[in-house]
């Protein structure tokens, strides 16, 4: 199958070349302290320690080189990829390739397509319980939303926006358990630092199809963003909307907090569990979608990969083609579905997603110097308010595309 690109001509990567950008400060300093961190937090094999050591020193001079766990389901995959930018270093790769390519490397490191170990484990972990009256208050809400029918639309705004900012919640930039990080409390917040809003268009849409609608929910991060987005995926089955829900998710650790299968079913066990009563009521009917394949659970190596939105393999296309809406989360989505690309921020979004196989909304709060659809007064506004807000977490953008 051919490629589709977007309607507008492509422009170049983000590169950690690129000095005095959150993409160079990226490559050059985080990953190293993430590398640093799964060594602290973990009791890892001295060859699995090793391995970190060697990952850490070649950060951000020494060029990429291939994968060795050649048995992982992944790894002629890498092999391309790799390919692709040899020689190259970790500064002069596209930054997504880098990002991509060093979680997948700690993937290597510890050995996880043998041992099943996920270096990040305790960070999630305590995403969930560090957020326990967090996660009260919107299994309470979800409960009187449920019942309340005749204020659905309400309650689906609400469920959207909830989904979105919890994206906040970014275990590769604020860690569990540390002071820091954006959070908007009241509703009022939230709707003041939106660069876009497209919740309504979205509602509109799903209400006008006159029947449950089959939804594909491209996840983003474990923890309490992960819980939000069941309380979305929830209320969509629930109330009706949708008849079916088909979550993407990750086919091993990576970006720290994005959630694999197994997070989603220890997710939904931990709120049957954990009281109050409407969060194990929450979980009960998530586990009861699961069984009745309601609510269904997949992965592909696609989601781990450095590939844009428009080199999406043939079978992920044809798999989210019938879907009535693909609901995107979160920062690094976004950046997949924009290529991670120098686009004008005030291009239309439509026009650079243009390529994708179904109607899509993105849900993200910007923690990346790449956007679409902003207008340009807003932007000039953004620039001399808060001029870190490309990559401090405070924005978020609801884009509906049709």
Known sequence: MPEILP???????????????????????????????????????????????????????????PLT?????????????????EGQSWLEVPWFFAETYFYRRIVEAVAFFETGHDPFYDQKRRGLETTQEAIGALAERLHHGLADAARHREHLTHAFRQALWGN???????????EGGPQHRDEAAQTAHLLADDTAAVVDYLGALGRPALIDVVADNAGFELVGDLCLIDYLLSSGQAASVRMHLKLHPTFVSDALVRDVEATIAYLRRTGPAAVQRLGERLR??????????ARH???????????????VRAFLAPADLVISKGDANYRR??????????????????????????????????????????LRRLDEADPDWMTNGHWGLIQFVR
């Open 168 to 178: 906040q919640a970014d275990l590769s930039l604020w860690p569990a358990g540390e």
């Open 301 to 315: 190596p696609y989601w781990t990969s450095p590939l844009s939105g428009w080199e999406m393999p043939t079978p």
């Open 69 to 85: 766990d050649t048995n992982a389901p992944d790894a002629a995959d890498w092999q391309r990829y790799v390919a692709a930018v």
């Open 7 to 65: 309607r507008l001509p492509v422009p170049p990567a983000l590169r950690g070349a690129e000095v005095g950008t959150f993409a160079h400060h990226t490559v050059a300093h985080r990953l190293p302290d993430i590398a640093r961190r799964v060594l602290r937090e973990n009791d890892l094999p001295a060859p699995a320690v090793e391995r970190l050591h060697a990952l850490i020193e070649e950060i951000p001079d020494a060029p990429v080189r």
């Open 337 to 378: 579905w924009l290529g991670d690309r120098h686009w004008v921020f005030s291009l239309p979004f439509d026009q650079v997603v243009s390529y994708f196989p179904a109607p899509l909304v993105a849900l993200r709060t910007v923690k990346a110097e790449v956007a679409a659809g902003i207008p340009p007064e807003r």
């Open 288 to 297: 009861d979608h699961h069984r009745r394949g309601r609510l269904l659970l």
